[in-house]
């Protein structure tokens, strides 16, 4: 997709379950100047029972789920970022419907780390025996248009200045640049 037809405004944060979502889309709202929508606050109380209880969600959970943050996204009035699994190559094509030219950046985690990390993490309804059922259900989006995979390994500042490299490097020309990263917003 050329540079003219990726949004500009809006930007999707993807990946499994402990990949480092939240933590890498607070720092890039920060930096942008741009709100932060965090899929996880929109689950419905039905999807976080049975997250909690260790049962997988199906699309059909997940569909209205999507639904929900895409209309969210696309009614935002400025810059925002929004985090959220996004597994599957359908689901985000429904955010793609809500918000044409989607940004997306895929945080790739492997299952070890993965395992290690929701293990390590307390005060969270997402039930680590869920972690495998991630990467069941996960397809990955490298090679799908608009977006850009980071390592869940890297330390979170260069992830983010990975990102906003690739947002300035891939900005939409002769258009407003309404997210403006600058090296010097992600110290
Ligand atoms: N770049 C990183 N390197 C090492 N650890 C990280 C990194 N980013 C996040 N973490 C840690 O990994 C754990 C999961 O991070 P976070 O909650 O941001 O993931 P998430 O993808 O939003 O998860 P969920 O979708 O389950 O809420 C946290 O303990 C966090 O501190
Ligand atoms: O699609 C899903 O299975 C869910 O969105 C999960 O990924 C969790 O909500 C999230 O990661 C919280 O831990």
Redesign the pocket.
Known sequence: MAPETLNARQLLVMG???CG?STLAARLAQGLGASLIE??DH?PAA?VDK?RRGI??EDAD?LP?LGVLGALLAASTGPAVLT??A?KKSYRDRLRAAVPGLRIVFIELDLEEATRRLAARKD???NPR?VA??FM?LESPVGEEGVFRVSAMLPQPEQARAVAHWLQSTAPTGAPLVFSPSELAFP
């Open positions: 499994v379950s402990g979502k899929g996880d689950h999807n997250m997988a969600l997940r789920w959220c699994s597994l969270h309804f997402f869920l059922s991630q259900a």
